[in-house]
C-alpha cells in the first residue's frame, strides 16, 4: 500500500490546480478518497470528526450485501441446471451463475458511475460516494434475465431523475435502487413478471447440456399465490417438487438475484448491526409491522390464497426480508428520529403485505411500499420533533 500511495502523491500535482490534468480532478479525487482515508482537515468552525467516512460506510454495506450475492450467484446456476434437469458440481453451478450475474453489475456500474463523473466534472465537485452501494443493490433486485439495455436506460433514468436533480447524494427523497426496479416494472412490464424471466435455461456459457424438462416453470412463490384460484395453494419449485418455508429460508427458489435467501440477508443484517451502520429499529419495525399486518389477514382478511398465507411465509418469501435489511434502513430515504424509526419501518412492513393481499397485479409489495414511505418519512420526522417541543413546553410551564 505504501508503493501505491507514492505513486499517488507522484503523480496528483498533475491533477491540481494548475496542473496539465486540472480538468480531471474530481475523478482523481474519487480515485484517491476511494483508496485511502483523506488527510484535509476543517479550518474554520468546529466539527466533530467520526472515525469512519460515508466512504466507509457503503463499502462496509457492500461487504454486508456480499453473502446475498454470492448466493445469488450460484442460485442462478442451480435454477439453471435443475430446469434442464442437468446435475453438475457446486464450482460449474457457480461459475454457471457468476457469468450470468457479473454484466448486470458491469453495467450498473458502468452507467450510474459514468453519470456522475460527468455530473461532478461539470459542476466542479468532488464525486460522491452513494452509487458504491446502489450499482450492487440494483442487480440484485432485478430478474436475471433482464436485458442489459433495460438495465442501462433504468439505472439512467433512476441516477438523473431520482438522485441529481434533488442535488446528488444524500439529498434524494426516493432510494435510487428502488426507483431502478420501479422504472423497469412499470416501463417493461413483461420483463419483469411472469414464468420466464426469473430462471435462465438458455445454455450460455457452454457449461454442461440438457434440454428443459417438462413441467418447468421459472414462477416465483409470490406469483403462484397471487394467480392461486383457492384459498390453500400448494407451492412448487421449478420443476413442480414441492416447497415450504426452510426453502424460502435458504433461498433455492426462483426470484431476484439477491432476494432468494433470508439465511443470507441476515447475516448480512448482523454484519450492519454490529457496526452501527443500520438501524435495527428500522430493521426490527418492518419485521414486526409484516407480520402483524399478516396475522390479522390470516384472522380476518379475504377468501383468496395471499390473505392465508402464513404470516411466517411472508417474511421469507419475496423481496420482504432484502428490503427491510437494506432498502428500509437507508439513511438517506428513511426516518431519522428515533421514533420515527419504529413508525416508518412499521408501517413499511405493514404497507408490504396490504399490497401483496390485496392488489394481485403487485404481488411483491415490498417495492411500492419503501417507496411511498419515503415520501413520508420527513413528515414522520416532522411530527415526532414537534411532538417533543409540545411536551418540553408543557414540562417547563408546568414547572
Known amino acids: ?17 494548475g496542473g496539465k490534468l486540472e480538468k480531471f480532478h474530481s475523478v482523481f479525487d474519487g480515485f484517491e478518497t476511494f483508496l485511502f482515508v483523506p488527510n484535509t482537515t476543517s479550518k474554520h468552525g468546529t466539527h466533530i470528526h467520526d472515525a469512519i467516512d460515508s466512504k466507509r460506510t457503503m463499502v462496509m454495506v457492500i461487504i454486508a450485501l456480499l453473502p446475498a450475492l454470492f448466493f445469488g450467484m450460484y442460485n442462478t446456476g442451480y435454477q439453471h441446471f435443475l430446469a434442464i434437469g442437468q446435475q453438475v458440481s457446486f464450482i460449474d453451478t457457480f461459475i454457471y451463475g457468476f457469468l450470468s450475474v457479473l454484466p448486470l453489475i458491469i453495467v450498473a456500474y458502468g452507467v450510474g458511475l459514468g453519470i456522475e463523473f ?41 441516477v438523473i431523475f431520482a438522485k441529481e436533480v434533488f442535488g446528488g447524494t444524500g439529498m434524494n427523497i426516493f432510494n435510487v435502487a428502488l426507483v431502478t426496479r420501479a422504472f423497469l416494472f412499470f416501463a417493461y412490464p413483461t420483463f419483469m413478471s411472469g414464468d420466464t424471466v426469473w430462471v435462465r435455461t438458455a445454455d450460455t456459457f457452454g457449461i454442461g447440456s440438457g434440454t428443459i424438462v417438462d413441467g418447468y416453470s421459472g ?21 413442480g417438487n ?20 433470508t439465511l443470507a440477508i441476515l447475516i448480512g443484517a448482523f454484519i450492519l448491526l454490529i457496526t452501527r451502520i443500520a438501524s435495527w429499529k428500522t430493521m426490527f419495525s418492518v419485521f414486526a409491522g409484516g407480520a402483524l399486518m399478516a396475522l390479522i389477514f390470516n384472522m380476518w382478511g379475504p377468501d383468496t390464497a395471499a390473505a392465508h398465507f402464513p404470516w411466517y411465509n411472508h417474511l421469507v418469501f419475496g423481496g420482504f426480508a432484502f ?16 421514533t420515527g424509526k419504529w413508525i416508518y419501518g412499521a408501517l413499511i412492513g405493514a404497507m408490504a403485505i ?46
Do not use: C
Not at 466534472?121 to 468532488?126: A, F, L, M, R, S
Not at 414462477?219 to 420443476?239: P, S
Not at 414441492?242 to 435467501?261: A, M, N, Q, R, V
Open 219 to 239: 414462477a416465483t412463490v409470490l406469483g403462484q399465490v397471487a394467480t392461486a384460484a383457492t384459498e390453500q395453494v400448494k407451492l412448487l419449485n421449478t420443476i
Open 118 to 158: 460527468i455530473v461532478a466534472q461539470i459542476k466542479g465537485h468532488e464525486i460522491q460516494e452513494g452509487f458504491l452501494v446502489s450499482g450492487m443493490l440494483i442487480p440484485l433486485i432485478i430478474p436475471i434475465d433482464t436485458p442489459l439495455w433495460m438495465v442501462a436506460v433504468a439505472t439512467a433514468f433512476a
Open 354 to 399: 396490504i399490497i401483496r393481499v390485496l392488489n394481485p397485479g403487485y404481488p411483491e409489495g415490498m417495492m411500492l411500499a419503501i417507496l411511498l414511505m419515503n415520501i413520508f418519512a420527513p413528515l414522520i420526522d416532522y411530527y415526532v420533533v414537534d411532538a417533543n417541543i409540545k411536551r418540553r413546553l408543557k414540562r417547563a410551564k408546568t414547572n
Open 323 to 338: 428490503g427491510a435489511v437494506f432498502m428500509a434502513t437507508d439513511p438517506v430515504t428513511s426516518a431519522r428520529t428515533e
Open 1 to 17: 500500500m505504501n508503493a501505491l500511495k507514492k505513486l499517488v502523491d507522484k503523480v496528483k500535482p498533475n491533477f491540481q490546480k
Open 242 to 261: 414441492p416447497i415450504g418455508f426452510i426453502d424460502g429460508f435458504l433461498g433455492f427458489i426462483p426470484g431476484s438475484i439477491g432476494e432468494t435467501s
